[in-house]
């Protein structure tokens, strides 16, 4: 099993542009989420999806759009990227649909370290 | 707000030495959660310790929660170079009739050989 998996790496954008990070997971989990890191920061999160079909806003969730493709699949879109959005970007998933199944321990990606120039 | 607070920012030792992390947060949970992230990784979980538990093993680690201090800390024992690394905690508590979980701002681990 590859567990949770997240393309690309490493992007450099510039001003204005778009770009969508992708995410899958092979746990067969139905809750999904997407934090950013900042440094000296712990994880904030941007959007999350409790189940397939479902998608919710978390702490930080302006300038950002999701979607969940299907149960493996959650994608998150930057439409006009800005500076304040070069993080370093986490797709989680877990088992269970308690609430958003925040209950049970997170499964991570390794993580897309994104510069908006 | 409910984010969980780890003490100290950043600690060094030295390798078989213990290291002792804390973390406190603000209203009733339902359970805390500890994280490690090497540097350049994901997150990995460790351990998750329920609201009606007092501690928990798991190899060289061991957490306690403190619910009327609202605290917890994670001990490593017997530390090794490898166990450096940033640790966080993860509160995870019902708002709105949903679970939610907040991470702390994480303590950084430095094992020196």
Redesign the interface.
């Known amino acids: 099993n590859a567990g949770?998996t997240q393309t690309p790496k490493f992007q450099v954008l510039k001003t204005g542009q778009s770009m969508t990070l992708q995410c899958a997971q092979d746990m067969n989990h139905n809750s999904m989420y997407w934090?950013r890191q900042d440094p000296?920061?712990?994880?904030?999160?941007i959007y999350y999806s409790?189940s397939e079909g479902t998608t919710d806003k978390g702490e930080v969730p302006n300038g950002y759009n999701v979607s969940r493709l299907n149960k493996r699949e959650f994608s998150l879109r930057l439409e006009s990227a800005a500076p304040s959005q070069t993080s370093v970007y986490?797709c989680?998933s877990s088992e269970g649909n308690?609430?958003?199944?925040?209950?049970?321990?997170?499964?991570?990606?390794?993580?897309t370290r994104l510069t908006v120039l | 707000s409910q984010q969980g607070e780890e003490d100290p920012q950043a600690l060094s030792i030295q390798e078989g030495e213990n290291a002792t992390m804390n973390c406190s947060y603000k209203t009733s949970i339902n359970n805390l959660q500890w994280y490690r992230q090497n540097s350049g990784r994901g997150l990995v979980h460790l351990i998750l310790i329920r609201s009606n538990e007092r501690e928990k093993h798991s190899g060289r680690l061991r957490v306690t929660l403190d619910t009327s201090k609202k605290s917890s800390s994670l001990l490593i024992t017997a530390s090794r170079a490898a166990d450096t690394a940033s640790y966080f905690c993860a509160t995870v508590y019902i708002s709105g009739g949903y679970n939610k979980l907040i991470f702390g701002a994480g303590t950084r681990l430095a094992v020196h050989p």
């Open positions: 949770v934090y000296g920061m712990g994880l904030r999160l409790a986490f989680a308690s609430g958003y199944g925040a209950y049970n321990e997170q499964f991570f990606g390794p993580g």
